[in-house]
């Protein structure tokens, strides 16, 4: 017997039904809660902090004043390392109370605590 192959009957699809799509329609975008809080809640304060961040650069007061305020004898000290408001106070302000010329020195350079910086500007207070 010959070898004789049968394939088997092609069926001709005519119905539109059966045509592949070129490009499967997509399903509209939803967000979370958390993608919404990302997409609209974090760029909102990150937008609100940096804007506190500015207003506070451009309205904070000085730390230290330019001046020596009038009716007040001082002499400018610079600060170097290792160098405290006790033992300025005590080399600088003799003739005063210590604890007052620290308190003096203090009030004059708007300082907020004892930490002193090498290289900074303090205004010493020579009289009472």
Known sequence: M?????????????????????????????LTRRGKFVLIGLPIFVVSAAALMLLGLFLSPANASAEVPLGVDAVSVTVIEGDT????????????????????????????????????????????
């Open 2 to 30: 010959a070898n004789t192959a049968f394939s088997a009957p092609l069926h001709l699809v005519t119905s539109d039904d059966y045509l592949p799509e070129s490009q499967p329609t997509l399903a509209p975008l939803r």
């Open 85 to 128: 408001l006790w033992g300025i106070a005590r080399e600088f302000a003799p003739q005063l109370e210590p604890r007052d010329a620290v308190q003096q020195i203090g009030d004059l350079n708007n300082l907020n605590s004892s930490v002193l910086h090498p290289g900074a500007e303090l205004f010493v207070p020579t009289g009472s």
